[in-house]
T-cell receptor
Framework: GAVVSQHPSWVICKSGTSVKIECRSLDFQATTMFWYRQFPKQSLMLMATSNEGSKATYEQGVEKDKFLINHASLTLSTLTVTSAHPEDSSFYICSAGRPVQETQYFGPGTRLLVL | DAKTTQPNSMESNEEEPVHLPCNHSTISGTDYIHWYRQLPSQGPEYVIH???SNVNNRMASLAIAEDRKSSTLILHRATLRDAAVYYCILKGSRSGGGADGLTFGKGTHLIIQP
C-alpha cells in the first residue's frame, strides 16, 4: 500500500507558540490531502481538506486562521497550529487519497502537547 | 453520508474467526462500504471495501447483505495484532474514498484474548 509520513511524530510546546506538522505522500502524487484531529478516547474528526495549489476547505467549527494549511506540492501538505493552547493538545493525523482507488492512506499521526 | 451503527466493543479469542457487524439501513444505491481500522496510537489503515458483492483480500473478508442494509467484516483467524478499533464507513461513488474526507463513527473496539 501507499505510504504517507508525518513529521514530527510528537511535539511538546509552550502555550502561545506555533507548531508546524508536515504530511508527505511518499510514493504517489496527491492533489488532495486531509487533516484529522483525534482527542483521547474519541473518534477521528475531519478538520480540513487540503488542495494542491488552492485554498484549503475547512469543516464547520474549525478556525481557518488558527489551523493554517498549505499544500505547496503534490507530495507535501503542512498544518500549522498558530498560538497553540492546551485545548489544542491532540493527535493530528493526515491522509492522502487516490480517487480512482477509492481508498485513503493515513499517516502515523502527530501527538501535540501544549503546556 | 449515510450513518452506520456498530457495537461499541467485541471480544474474541486468538486464532478464532471474528465477525464484526455494521448496520447501514439508510445506505444509498451508490454508497460503497469501507472498513478501516486503527491500532493503538497509530493512524487508521484501510482494510477492505465493497459495493454489492462479497469481497476478499489478504486482511479480511467483507460480507454484504443482499439488501445492503448491513455488512460484516470477517477476520478469519484473529491474532493479537488485530486488536484495534474497526470503523465501518459509507462513501458515495460520486466522490470515492480518495476524493473526500471520511466521516468516522465510534467504531468497534475489538479485544483479542490470548
Amino acid at each position: 500500500g501507499a505510504v504517507v509520513s508525518q513529521h514530527p511524530s510528537w511535539v511538546i510546546c509552550k502555550s502561545g507558540t506555533s507548531v508546524k506538522i508536515e504530511c508527505r505522500s511518499l510514493d504517489f502524487q496527491a492533489t488532495t490531502m486531509f487533516w484529522y484531529r483525534q482527542f483521547p478516547k474519541q473518534s477521528l474528526m475531519l478538520m480540513a481538506t487540503s488542495n494542491e495549489g488552492s485554498k484549503a476547505t475547512y469543516e464547520q467549527g474549525v478556525e481557518k486562521d488558527k489551523f493554517l494549511i498549505n499544500h505547496a506540492s503534490l507530495t507535501l501538505s503542512t498544518l500549522t497550529v498558530t498560538s497553540a493552547h492546551p485545548e489544542d493538545s491532540s493527535f493530528y493525523i493526515c491522509s492522502a487519497g487516490r480517487p480512482v482507488q477509492e481508498t485513503q492512506y493515513f499517516g502515523p499521526g502527530t501527538r501535540l502537547l501544549v503546556l | 453520508d449515510a450513518k452506520t451503527t456498530q457495537p461499541n466493543s467485541m471480544e474474541s479469542n486468538e486464532e478464532e474467526p471474528v465477525h464484526l457487524p455494521c448496520n447501514h439501513s439508510t445506505i444509498s444505491g451508490t454508497d460503497y462500504i469501507h472498513w478501516y481500522r486503527q491500532l493503538p496510537s497509530q493512524g487508521p489503515e484501510y482494510v477492505i471495501h465493497g459495493l454489492t458483492s462479497n469481497v476478499n483480500n489478504r486482511m479480511a473478508s467483507l460480507a454484504i447483505a443482499e439488501d445492503r442494509k448491513s455488512s460484516t467484516l470477517i477476520l478469519h483467524r484473529a491474532t493479537l495484532r488485530d486488536a484495534a478499533v474497526y470503523y465501518c464507513i459509507l462513501k458515495g461513488s460520486r466522490s470515492g474514498g480518495g476524493a473526500d474526507g471520511l466521516t468516522f463513527g465510534k467504531g468497534t473496539h475489538l479485544i483479542i484474548q490470548p
